[in-house]
Every structure is written in structure tokens, then in C-alpha cells.
């Protein structure tokens, strides 16, 4: 709210600050809101991860509630929510304009192209990924993680307008995570199915899951 205009010296007037509040509210909602409830069903499907995440939690936490010092020790739970972005990127559409004329596939693309891009396709390539279906949250732990292609994981997008939020997305995710599964289970409820559904986010559709105290 302090800031200025480097050259004009001008700061933002109410109108500019509620826009910025607006944008932040939902940028970062819903969101962080669908990455929450991919992750808790892809734990709930997989118990050998949920085992593992447990594990690292109670080793790290002894009973505690978790904080940001934390996060750097729950290596294993942060490797679970980069593997459900990459499975299930909540922004799986984006939009870019060329600024010039460039080549991309092999086509020379016009300046003032408009070029949809997707991270759920992308994230989806077994060139970039393989057997890219597969929940495998080891693809993000020691070497592994430094095999993977720069540029092939973009759940916050890249460049200049990349999200201005991801790390505090990453942040609060863990801490939720970490808060929840350390006394809860979430259980599908049975006949429940994963339907992703691509609106102007990826939405996880109706999830309903049981609580039981661990
Ligand atoms: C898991 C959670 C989140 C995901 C997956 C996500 C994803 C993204 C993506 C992919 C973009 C870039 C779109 C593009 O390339 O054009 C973006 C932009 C943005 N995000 Fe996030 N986001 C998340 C959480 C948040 C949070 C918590 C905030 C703020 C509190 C936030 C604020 C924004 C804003 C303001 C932009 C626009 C940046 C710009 O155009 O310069 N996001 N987000």
C-alpha cells in the first residue's frame, strides 16, 4: 500500500488497491483450495504414500503443530503436493502473446500471436514424465527431481507473469497438509471418483471423504 510509482512518485489509489485484493482473493483461493483437496484424494487412494507422509510427519512434528521451520524436514509431504500439481495443475490453461516473431514446433508463429499453452498437457508428456499417470511423488526427491527437464513443471506458469503468489501457495499447502494429516485420515467416501474438471480452473468436482481421527 506504501508503494510508488518509481517515476512519477505516485502511489496507488483505493480504487487500484481493492483491484489488487480482489486479484490476490482470487488468484489464490481456490486455487490453493482445489490443490488441498487433489492431494488429501490422491493420499486417501494411495495408502503406502499416506503411510510415508505420516511417518515423516510424526518424526518431524512429535506431536507439535507444524511452522515454517518445519517445511525443509517434510521433504517426503512437500514431493506429494509438487506430484498432485503435476498430475492435476488447478491453472491448467494459460495465455501468452508473442512480443515477436518466433518459431515454436517448427512453425513461425507472427508477432501478436495469441498462443494457448496447457501445463495439464504438459505435465501429461511421457517424453517429459514418464509413465506420466502414475502418482509417483519420488519423481521429486534427490536426483530424480534433477532429472526432470526445466521448463516441464509449470503449475505457476513461468516468465514474467509467472504466479506471484507460489510460494506462499507452497507454503500454506504444506502447513495445511501437514496440520491435517497429522490427526486426521481422509478417507474416499467408497464409489467416490476422481472427475477433473476443466473450468476456468481445474476443479476437483464433488470429493466427499470421512474424517477418522488417527
Ligand atoms: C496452488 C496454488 C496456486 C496455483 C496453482 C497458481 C497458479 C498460477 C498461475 C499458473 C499463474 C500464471 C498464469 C500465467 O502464466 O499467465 C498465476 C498467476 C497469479 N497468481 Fe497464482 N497460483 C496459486 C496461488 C496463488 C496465491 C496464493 C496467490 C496470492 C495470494 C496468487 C496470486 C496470483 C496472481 C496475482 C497472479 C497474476 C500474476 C501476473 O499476471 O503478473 N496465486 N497463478
Not at 487433489?38 to 512429535?62: M, Q, S, T
Amino acid at each position: 500500500m506504501r508503494a510508488e510509482h518509481p517515476e512519477t512518485g505516485k502511489g496507488l489509489d483505493d480504487g487500484e488497491v481493492l483491484d489488487q485484493v480482489v486479484t490476490f482473493l482470487v488468484a489464490g483461493s481456490e486455487t490453493t483450495a482445489s490443490t488441498l483437496a487433489f492431494v488429501f484424494h490422491l493420499l486417501g487412494a494411495h495408502p503406502e504414500v499416506e503411510k510415508r507422509v505420516h511417518a515423516e510427519i510424526d518424526e518431524v512434528l512429535e506431536g507439535r503443530s507444524p511452522t515454517f521451520e518445519d517445511l525443509p524436514s517434510l521433504e517426503y509431504t512437500r514431493g506429494v503436493i509438487t506430484e498432485s500439481l503435476r498430475l492435476y495443475p488447478p491453472s491448467w490453461m494459460a495465455m501468452r502473446v508473442t512480443a515477436a516473431e518466433t518459431e515454436l514446433g517448427g512453425r513461425t508463429v507472427p508477432a501478436g500471436t495469441m498462443i494457448l499453452y496447457s501445463a495439464q498437457a504438459l505435465h501429461h508428456n511421457p517424453e517429459l514424465f514418464p509413465d506420466p499417470e502414475r502418482f509417483d511423488p519420488e519423481r521429486w526427491l534427490g536426483d530424480r527431481a534433477k532429472e526432470v527437464e526445466r521448463g516441464a513443471l509449470l503449475p505457476f506458469g513461468a516468465g514474467s507473469h509467472k504466479c506471484i503468489g507460489d510460494v506462499l501457495a507452497l507454503t500454506e499447502t504444506a502447513l495445511i497438509v501437514a496440520t491435517i494429516a497429522s490427526r486426521w485420515r481422509l478417507r474416499p467416501v467408497p464409489g467416490t471418483t476422481l472427475r477433473p474438471e476443466p473450468k476456468a480452473t481445474l476443479e476437483p468436482g464433488p470429493l466427499p471423504m470421512v474424517c477418522e481421527p488417527r
